[in-house]
């Protein structure tokens, strides 16, 4: 069975290539993990498909942190990797000060939740207390100093992007391809604390966070509305998303 995913996600990532323009810059998925990591077993690395950047433990934090766990049925029947009531965390050191922070990007990744607040943060490695300038929650988008963060929606099972278009001066949210905000903002130069990516979002502030990733892709420019939905929608077909 493992052999068998793993090649499915390999014609995945052939198909993928051939789509042009819509092939992600960075491309995360749980089941590259299957020949890698025993069912249940801990997380400590996840690369993306091209070996660019990878996922890792912090090395210091203020508080102890654990290792996701890896389920090859996790999700809808998906390999996933899990956080649940202890407090576990991975980041990528410096990401998003050199990938996303001043410029235009697309972030969209499928996953579970049982509350808003699961997600990604564009800030912190090192058990910093403060709110981060980035924050991409199951149920909403923070970017700098927006007012109010962009609602996303929440219910248990979702694909989320987010993009930043920096030369519009526009961030903009959508929930299972279709659109669910928009707001004007300054792209920040640098993020602070590192500008490292962490998932899931300041998991030892306050509480754990729960939750299951089963894929990211991270583009380096703003997706069209059309180009998101077309995404989404192969994400949610390919985990048979309700």
């Not at 030892?204 to 892709?217: N, S, V």
């Amino acid at each position: 069975m493992k052999k068998l995913l793993a090649l499915i996600f390999t014609l995945c990532l052939a198909v993928a290539a051939q789509a042009g323009e819509l092939e992600p810059d960075y491309y995360f998925t749980a089941e590259s993990l299957l020949d890698k990591v025993e069912d249940g077993g801990a997380v400590t690395e996840w690369p993306d498909s091209k070996n660019q950047v990878k996922f890792i433990i912090p090395q210091k934090t203020k508080r102890p942190v654990k290792a996701p766990v890896f389920k090859e049925r996790g999700l809808e029947g998906n390999p996933a990797i899990c956080f649940d009531k202890e407090i576990r965390t991975l980041y990528i050191p410096g990401f998003v000060n050199e990938v996303m922070a001043g410029k235009s990007y697309t972030f969209i990744y499928a996953g579970m939740s049982l509350n808003g607040n699961f997600g990604f943060a564009g800030n912190v490695s090192d058990g910093s207390f403060y709110t981060p300038p980035l924050a991409m929650h199951c149920g909403s988008f923070s970017y700098g100093k927006v007012k109010a963060p962009l609602l996303t929606s929440i219910n248990y099972y979702r694909v989320n992007a987010f993009t930043c278009d920096a030369e519009k001066k526009l961030i903009a949210t959508y929930h299972n391809g279709y659109p669910k905000g928009k707001a004007a903002i300054e792209p920040i130069a640098k993020f602070g604390g590192g500008g490292h990516l962490v998932l899931p979002a300041m998991p030892w502030a306050h509480a754990p966070r729960q939750g299951m990733i089963t894929e990211i892709m991270v583009f380096k420019r703003a997706l069209t509305p059309q180009e998101i939905k077309k995404i989404c929608g192969a994400m949610i077909a390919k985990h048979r998303a309700p």
